[in-house]
């Protein structure tokens, strides 16, 4: 139904992904057609990236590429919603299609992560993400979420509230952080134990309930960071309650809390080898990751 809504309204060719980054191969093709005008993706916040990856392939230069427009059909599909989009398809492809019949779009910035010039992980291919990466604890929960997927569990809050319990329980280095934040110009910032890079906000969604991790966060500036020094059981009960009734106005603070807005260029370097997701896919472990953000990247329909 919603292929043939989309199809009534443009010359539409329909592909089915079939494997592991296939959507980012498509938007790759998409980006070097003579041809095409707009991307439609169709899924989650993980099959977005990919769409996105394949357009940026070459660089961003949004005057150049097609425009991109998203349908959610994930779990939690917090780009789609970021951009202000309805939750359901069929309601987000009608609001797609008054958009594109007004004519209205908008260019939203991304943010760029790469390995480290100089480190071990210096020869890790550079990737995007639309709306958040994470290093450190978030990221593994990230991981034992996808590995509960895998054995074939539903995607459901209560799986995610599992794994955070059952990534605290066993997180080495709650108490002191590994990881340490270097921006030009700036004195770093140590021992963190989790850092949370975000391109937009909400971070998140709990059902229809939105998350605020760097409420100050925005598809028009740089990149947010909210770093937490400490993760003692009063820390972590006293942060996941700030998240739980955070506003648009006020995120997660404190003594052990660091929050940095509209940041350009900065570097997350680790002691040893921690956890790493990019818009909640788990990308295996690493000693250091350099971040850019992108302004106007990339149009997208809204």
């Not at 290093?135 to 895998?150: H, I, L, N, T, Y």
Request: hydrophobic share 35%; glycine share 10%.
């Amino acid at each position: 139904m919603l292929i043939h809504a989309l199809a009534s309204e443009m010359k539409l060719e329909a592909v089915s992904t079939e494997y592991r980054g296939h959507a980012r191969d498509l938007g790759r093709r998409a980006a070097e057609s003579d041809d095409i005008d707009l991307v439609v993706a169709l899924g989650g916040d993980g099959t977005v990236n990919e769409v996105v990856n394949g357009l940026l392939h070459n660089g961003p230069h949004p005057e150049g590429l097609p425009r991109l427009a998203v349908v959610p059909g994930g779990s939690t599909n917090v780009f789609a919603r970021a951009l202000g989009l309805p939750n359901d398809a069929v309601e987000a492809t009608g609001a797609i299609l008054d958009a594109l019949r007004d004519r209205t779009e908008r260019t939203v910035g991304l943010g760029l992560a790469a390995g480290t010039p100089g480190t071990e992980d210096e020869g890790v291919p550079q990737r995007w993400f639309t709306f958040c990466a994470g290093f450190g604890f978030d990221a593994g929960v990230v991981g034992r979420v996808e590995q509960q997927r895998e054995r074939g569990r539903r995607s459901t809050h209560a799986l995610y509230v599992r794994q955070v319990l059952r990534q605290f329980l066993d997180e080495p280095h709650r108490r002191h952080g590994t990881i340490t934040l270097e921006q030009p110009g700036a004195d770093p910032v140590r021992d963190l134990v989790l850092s949370i890079v975000c391109n937009t906000s909400p971070w998140t969604y709990l059902g229809n309930r939105p998350v605020y991790a760097s409420p100050k966060a925005s598809f028009d500036t740089a990149l947010d960071v909210l770093g937490l020094s400490k993760l003692s059981t009063p820390a972590v009960a006293r942060y996941a309650t700030q998240l739980l009734t955070s506003s648009p106005e006020r995120g997660p603070h404190g003594k052990h809390a660091v929050t940095l807005h509209d940041q350009t260029d900065f570097t997350l370097h680790s002691k040893v080898p921690l956890p790493f997701q990019m818009d909640g896919d788990h990308l295996g472990l690493r000693t250091s990751v350099t971040f850019t953000g992108v302004r106007r990247a990339l149009r997208v329909i809204v």
